[in-house]
């Protein structure tokens, strides 16, 4: 989880929350997908099918939030 600990933060803790899980939800997404190439497991690959569908859909909702609550440029 090295991008969680190098992510931006800004001392808000939503927006903290938000930037933090981006990256923890795509390290989860990456794994998913790289076990779809090596099982046929169909328990396994529904499960990581899932987890592909739901972290990415949740990864665009925390960066929609991250774009309507961005700092105004100084």
């Known amino acids: 989880d090295h991008d969680m600990r190098t992510a931006p933060m800004n001392g808000q803790p939503a927006h903290d929350f938000m930037t933090m899980m981006i ?6 997404i990456d794994m998913a997908k790289s ?17 592909i569908t739901e972290q990415s859909n949740e990864i665009r909702l ?5 774009a309507r609550h961005a700092s105004p440029a100084k």
């Open 23 to 28: 990256p923890h939800h795509q390290g989860a």
């Open 62 to 66: 925390m960066q929609a939030w991250l």
């Open 35 to 51: 076990i779809l190439l090596n099982t046929q497991d169909p328990e396994v690959r529904n499960l990581a099918q899932g987890i």
